[in-house]
């Protein structure tokens, strides 16, 4: 696609060609989750040990990930191939209310879970858009995908489906609002991938014009996987790291603890904030555990708090908005901003 798509030569990590120490987190990850995959396979029967429990973790986690996962890392491909210009365009370059709301739309829509919209908003901000829509876009994603929206009315109703859902946008919005200000206010760096639009620049002709140009065969399919790949190491570093503790965690933790002790009360609120926090699990994962949160302990607070701020807190999202935005202060106001809210809401929805 010459028109519309085209091949990005820029990236946000730059490229340097001097010789760097292999990343003991990754391959050591990405080891370890092999090794242990592989004799879950092999072990079929549960003997509830404890390397039965963590290689069966793993093997859950992983398969349990990898279809969001991949799909995240080919839109990675896809993002890296499209001009900035129309990304900035359909999000709304000038920022604002309206651009956050664009952002946390694009977010419910997107059909990806957690791991996978990391890949995709890593890119967004690697293509320009600001600080603010990304925030808002990430805390809009993960459990709102059409298909988790539709399993979670399954599971707790419709009423309280779409009470979350209206929450979690607004929280997101919120988000990406105070983050703009605190870009503008230069207390939080800007995008220095930032690109301005040309007056003239219309979104919809011209990708009227770019796909009646294009043409979609199996080298470009290919190389936009590949291209998606490169872009997502990161990703897949924390990925792997996180998949890693979450089976350790598992070790010692069942998931019959969160209804026996997660109630609505101030210190189940506290312990469902904590276990959001170290428990890595995806969307698939959390959609499940928070509702038996809902309907097993009654506490519907608690089970918003568990899907939320297994976002704000999650170290793998901090850890890749820490590398993408080479800002510990953009990463670490992720949680500041966001976890009071979210622990407010939790408190106002235990006592409803």
Not at 299 to 317: H, I, K, R
Request: glycine share 8%; charged share 15%; aromatic share 10%.
């Amino acid at each position: 696609m010459k028109s519309i798509i085209m091949a990005n030569n820029s990236s946000c990590c730059g490229s340097q060609k001097t010789k760097k120490r292999p990343d003991l987190i990754l391959w050591g990850s990405v080891a370890v989750v092999a090794l242990f995959y592989f004799a879950a396979m092999i072990d079929a029967e549960h003997d509830g040990s404890k390397f039965d429990v963590f290689s069966h973790s793993v093997f859950g986690l992983l398969n349990q990930m990898w279809l969001g996962l991949s799909v995240g890392i080919f839109f990675v491909g896809v993002l890296d191939k499209i001009p900035r210009e129309f990304v900035i365009s359909a999000l709304g370059k000038n920022g604002g209310f309206s651009g956050m709301v664009r952002a946390t739309a694009a977010g419910v829509l997107l059909d990806l879970c957690s791991h996978g919209i990391l890949a995709v908003g890593s890119k967004l901000y690697e293509r320009g858009v600001s600080v603010g829509q990304v925030m808002a876009f990430l805390i809009a994603s993960p459990w709102n995908s059409i298909s988790l929206t539709l399993i979670l009315w399954s599971l707790i109703g419709f009423n309280w489906m779409i009470t979350f859902l209206l929450l979690s946008m607004l929280v997101a919005i919120i988000t990406g609002l105070i983050f703009e200000q605190f870009e503008q206010r230069n207390v939080l760096p800007k995008n220095p991938n930032k690109t301005e639009l040309p007056e003239d620049f219309k979104l919809w002709k011209g990708a009227k014009e770019g796909f009646k140009n294009s043409s979609f065969s199996p080298k470009f399919i290919l190389d936009t996987a590949i291209s998606g790949i490169k872009g997502s190491k990161i990703i897949i570093k924390w990925l792997f790291f996180g998949v890693v503790i979450a089976a350790a965690v598992r070790v010692f933790m069942n998931d019959d603890m969160f209804s026996d002790y997660f109630g609505a009360s101030l210190l189940g609120l506290v312990l469902t904030v904590t276990a959001a926090t170290i428990i890595e699990v995806c969307s698939e994962g959390s959609t499940p555990i928070a509702a038996d949160i809902l309907t097993r302990a009654g506490a519907p607070g608690n089970s918003f708090t568990f899907l939320m701020a297994g976002v704000s807190t999650d170290y793998t999202e901090i850890m890749v908005l820490k590398d993408t935005t080479k800002s510990w202060k953009i990463a670490l106001f992720l949680p500041l901003i966001t976890l009071p809210q979210i622990i407010t809401l939790g408190i106002l929805l235990n006592n409803l």
